[in-house]
């Protein structure tokens, strides 16, 4: 189901406007090569489990930018969910399918955290917050905060739910990525006051080091150069699906877009290390497109790249913290 939705507005990523690169090559710091990757619905508990042991296997850090809607069935928690501009138990993403699919979802957020992943918001049921007001982005975060600090209880297993639940839940999501990375004007100030520290909703031309908006540090997913003509595209998942497919689910070259993925993170990463060391971000969903290529070729990237020297493999929250932190021992560079 999530498949079709996803591929239901293939051009819709391609269309957005780029953000510009903060700061030249000649501006940045040369420091530790920071690679963030991130994982946007974060809903398929096979791919939590997956992604959970290469983090273990590489000792990277991810994001896991969150979809309440797994954390509820339709019939039980759905219908009190009212999206902006939608009628009740509406989800573009659909729903969990059982109690015993949230139990297991739920548990695997709690590993994540506990392990020094960062759990992040990508709001509820994907919608395209486009034309939305801060009220209704109010509402959506909302609906988000309920839903995950009720989500033990949805899964059967209210007796597990551990003592610090309600507190992570209130102070340790501090970031957010929007549905579609389609955003608004009422975007920024909602996330304020939902005391978000970080968005990670633009899209930059090549690596960038995170902008700062009315106080709110913006991280962009970058075009890196991809296939034989090296024409740039969105580093994530969907996008190479996109352009390597159509969006249509292709296994029989599966072999073939695998290889091009990697050559494309491998190509931009070098980059980087040779040169202005922005950070390096790369978009994932818990769909294994095309056969799963993406999947595999991320594998195979942070397998080879994030036990090399002068390289972390971080989370955003870390890497905020890390920039903050070079920022407070050097001129004033960029945004930070």
């Given at each position: 189901?999530?498949?079709?939705r996803?591929?239901?507005?293939?051009?819709?990523?391609?269309?957005?406007?780029?953000?510009?690169?903060?700061?030249?090559?000649?501006?940045?710091?040369?420091?530790?090569q920071?690679?963030?990757?991130?994982?946007?619905?974060?809903?398929?508990?096979?791919?939590?489990?997956?992604?959970?042991?290469?983090?273990?296997?590489?000792?990277?850090?991810?994001?896991?930018?969150?979809?309440?809607?797994?954390?509820?069935?339709?019939?039980?928690?759905?219908?009190?969910?009212?999206?902006?501009?939608?009628?009740?138990?509406?989800?573009?993403?659909?729903?969990?399918?059982?109690?015993?699919e949230?139990?297991?979802?739920?548990?695997?957020?709690?590993?994540?955290?506990?392990?020094?992943?960062?759990?992040?918001?990508?709001?509820?049921?994907?919608?395209?917050?486009?034309?939305?007001?801060?009220?209704?982005?109010?509402?959506?975060?909302?609906?988000?905060?309920?839903?995950?600090?009720?989500?033990?209880?949805?899964?059967?297993i209210?007796?597990?739910?551990?003592?610090?639940?309600?507190?992570?839940?209130?102070?340790?999501?501090?970031?957010?990525?929007?549905?579609?990375?389609?955003?608004?004007?009422?975007?920024?100030?909602?996330?304020?006051?939902a005391?978000?520290?970080?968005?990670?909703?633009?899209?930059?031309?090549?690596?960038?080091?995170?902008?700062?908006?009315d106080?709110?540090?913006?991280?962009?997913?970058?075009?890196?150069?991809?296939?034989?003509?090296?024409?740039?595209?969105?580093?994530?998942?969907?996008?190479?699906?996109?352009?390597?497919?159509?969006?249509?689910?292709n296994?029989?070259?599966?072999?073939?877009?695998?290889?091009?993925?990697?050559?494309?993170?491998?190509?931009?990463?070098?980059?980087?290390?040779?040169?202005?060391?922005?950070?390096l971000?790369?978009?994932?969903?818990?769909?294994?497109?095309?056969?799963?290529?993406?999947?595999?070729a991320?594998d195979?990237?942070?397998?080879?790249?994030?036990?090399?020297?002068?390289?972390?493999?971080?989370?955003?929250?870390?890497?905020?913290?890390?920039?903050?932190?070079?920022?407070?021992?050097r001129?004033?560079?960029?945004?930070?």
């Amino acid at each position: 189901m999530l498949m079709h939705r996803l591929s239901a507005l293939p051009a819709l990523f391609s269309a957005l406007l780029l953000a510009p690169a903060n700061g030249t090559s000649a501006e940045a710091p040369r420091g530790t090569q920071l690679v963030i990757v991130s994982f946007d619905g974060a809903h398929d508990n096979a791919l939590w489990a997956r992604s959970l042991a290469l983090a273990e296997k590489t000792h990277a850090h991810f994001t896991y930018f969150l979809s309440c809607t797994f954390l509820m069935t339709r019939k039980e928690g759905g219908q009190a969910y009212v999206a902006p501009g939608h009628g009740p138990a509406r989800s573009n993403v659909g729903f969990a399918q059982s109690r015993e699919e949230i139990a297991e979802r739920v548990r695997h957020i709690w590993q994540a955290h506990q392990g020094g992943h960062d759990i992040g918001s990508h709001a509820c049921g994907h919608f395209d917050g486009k034309d939305w007001t801060a009220a209704d982005w109010t509402r959506e975060f909302s609906a988000f905060e309920t839903a995950l600090n009720g989500a033990w209880e949805a899964g059967g297993i209210k007796a597990e739910e551990p003592e610090d639940w309600r507190r992570f839940v209130r102070e340790d999501i501090s970031g957010f990525r929007a549905p579609y990375l389609s955003t608004s004007p009422g975007l920024l100030p909602a996330e304020r006051k939902a005391g978000f520290r970080y968005d990670a909703s633009l899209v930059t031309k090549g690596p960038a080091l995170p902008v700062t908006e009315d106080g709110l540090p913006r991280f962009g997913l970058p075009t890196i150069a991809e296939g034989p003509s090296s024409r740039p595209v969105i580093a994530m998942d969907y996008n190479l699906f996109v352009r390597h497919s159509m969006g249509v689910e292709n296994k029989k070259e599966s072999a073939q877009f695998e290889e091009r993925a990697l050559s494309a993170y491998r190509a931009a990463f070098e980059a980087q290390v040779q040169g202005a060391r922005l950070p390096l971000q790369l978009g994932f969903h818990f769909v294994e497109m095309n056969g799963g290529a993406y999947w595999r070729a991320l594998d195979r990237f942070l397998t080879e790249t994030c036990g090399r020297q002068e390289v972390a493999c971080v989370s955003y929250k870390e890497a905020l913290e890390r920039l903050k932190g070079e920022a407070d021992q050097r001129p004033a560079v960029g945004s930070l």
